[in-house]
């Protein structure tokens, strides 16, 4: 069984930092895309970032380019997502999931409040 | 980047009844569209890719249809565990960018 399971989230204040691990399991991990995807609290879906299943290449949405950093671990099948200089409107759930150009694959979401 | 507009925002429907949902890409996505369903509380699950493919263990009721920038969701028998929002995606290029949401409940 596919597992997905995001941890890291919390309250920030703004312009401060905070890591999300997203640690998978039930499958080969390095032979896929991974991708971030949020949802601010009563909103839609917004995608993040996305890597390559080697690392090799990243993806961001404008508006985190230069903020995030997405990156892996294929040894210890984690996702990472580094977030820098947080504002109020990265508050948000932020699931990982599994990336073919459909997210066929969520984690349970991890919550991330950006607040002074 | 590629703008997914969906119709109706909302909407309310009987059980037993049919339900289709739209979605509107700004451009040509040559079929690569996915929906998704969330309950409340819960992280959204994959029904449809590629326009029509239905992911395993999706009911049979679920279809999807569509080519060029218009899609559909279709729910031939509407039950009481279909209520929740649904959400399209295309998956052509990055940013991958997903429909504002269709909150589904039950009359």
């Known amino acids: 069984e596919v597992q997905l399971v995001e941890s890291g989230g919390g309250l920030v204040q703004p312009g401060r930092s905070l890591k999300l691990s997203c640690a998978a399991s039930g499958f080969t991990f390095s032979n896929y895309y991974m991708a971030w995807v949020r949802q601010a609290p009563t909103k839609g879906l917004e995608w993040v970032a996305s890597i390559t299943n080697s690392g090799g290449s990243t993806y961001y949405r404008d508006s985190v380019k230069g903020r995030f950093t997405i990156s892996r671990d294929n040894a210890k099948s984690t996702l990472y997502l580094q977030m820098d200089s947080l504002r109020s409107e990265d508050t948000a759930t932020y699931y990982c999931?599994?990336?073919?150009?459909?997210?066929?694959?969520w984690g349970q979401g991890a919550s991330v409040t950006v607040s002074s | 980047d590629i703008q997914m507009t969906q119709s109706p925002a909302s909407l309310s429907a009987s059980l037993g009844e049919t339900v289709t949902i739209q979605c509107r890409a700004s451009e040509d996505i040559y079929s690569g569209l996915a929906w998704y369903q969330q309950k409340p509380g819960k992280s959204p699950q994959l029904l449809i890719y590629g326009a029509s493919s239905l992911q395993d263990g999706v009911p049979s009721r679920f279809s999807g249809s569509g080519s060029g920038t218009q899609y559909s969701l279709k729910i031939s028998s509407m039950q009481t565990e279909d209520e929740g929002v649904y959400f399209c995606q295309q998956g052509l290029k990055y940013p991958w960018t997903f429909g504002g949401g269709t909150k589904l409940e039950l009359k």
């Open positions: 999931t599994r990336d073919r150009g459909v997210m066929d694959a």
